[in-house]
């Protein structure tokens, strides 16, 4: 079951029920880069350097982005985002999740001409729990008075009840691609899509997964009592274990520091005791060398 946004304005609330109960998801935010503290420096678009929080629901994490007035025209609404600044920059929302769900965020990717043509722009997208995508846009055809907007999409299979999602550039240079009209959708799981392998790739409401078809019928068909038999895959805490060996490698690496500073010492005082003796036995012979 997929609901979509209706309209321009992201925010929406699309309400499902599951499990005798219901829960409301409202997407990301500002989708559009519309509103927020916006204060042109005089060319259409202002630099927001990290740490930054100026567009209302998104956060500029690294590098520096520009917020994109009347530089070029943006595809919905008035502001867009080029995702490199000065350079490479990245912008991120965090939003409310439901473990086991699917989530499609939609974009619209274009890149800044002002860099010569042909530029290829590329960014990658993220959220937490997912894999990365990458994604690139030649700006070919492009000028600042006529963008080429594509539409995008990057899904993930939320994890967690609070997701992040994250737009990166790994374009070099202040010419960067450029984002708009970010839209945020929810599709639930239903019990047929355990079929043909499907529950291989699912999992419930606490993260467990299904260790056969069956058992993933039974959490759908007893709306989720009957939890995934296969337990989340927790990864062990290593941090102990590689202290206590960074502690054990440095009481060994001291203890064999000191015998080799004692060894030394005593090959040291050796040479000269021999040395001195030597000197001595000849001692008319170096005065005359002198």
């Not at 899904?155 to 994250?166: D, G, K, Q, R």
């Amino acid at each position: 079951m997929r609901r979509a946004r209706l309209g321009v304005a992201l925010g929406f609330i699309a309400a499902i029920a599951f499990a005798g109960s219901a829960h409301a998801f409202t997407g990301a935010s500002n989708g559009s880069f519309e509103t927020g503290t916006y204060v042109d420096n005089g060319s259409g678009f202002q630099q927001l350097d990290a740490p930054n929080a100026s567009i209302d629901g998104w956060s500029v994490d690294s590098g520096s982005v520009d917020w994109v007035g009347t530089y070029w025209t943006a595809p919905d609404g008035a502001m867009s985002v080029d995702l490199s600044g000065a350079d490479a920059g990245s912008l991120s929302q965090s939003f409310d999740t439901t473990i086991g769900n699917t989530y499609t965020v939609a974009f619209l990717l274009s890149g800044n001409p002002a860099g010569g043509v042909p530029l290829l722009t590329t960014l990658e997208v993220s959220a937490t729990g997912g894999t990365t995508g990458m994604y690139s846009h030649d700006t070919t055809g492009s000028d600042l008075t006529t963008m080429v907007w594509t539409p995008e999409t990057y899904e993930f299979l939320a994890t967690s009840a609070t997701t992040t999602i994250s737009f990166a550039s790994t374009t070099a240079g202040p010419f960067g691609p450029a984002i708009d009209n970010v839209v945020v959708t929810e599709t639930v799981p239903t019990k047929d899509e355990c079929k043909n392998g499907g529950w291989q790739s699912m999992i419930d409401n606490a993260g467990n997964s299904f260790k056969n078809q069956g058992d993933c019928v039974s959490y759908f068909a007893t709306k989720g009592k009957n939890l995934g038999a296969v337990p989340p895959v927790v990864v062990a805490d290593t941090t102990a274990a590689d202290s206590t060996a960074a502690d054990v490698k440095h009481s060994t690496k001291h203890q064999d520091k000191t015998t080799a500073t004692t060894q030394t010492t005593e090959r040291q005082h050796g040479k000269v005791k021999g040395k001195s003796q030597h000197v001595h036995g000849h001692g008319s012979k170096s005065h005359k060398s002198k």
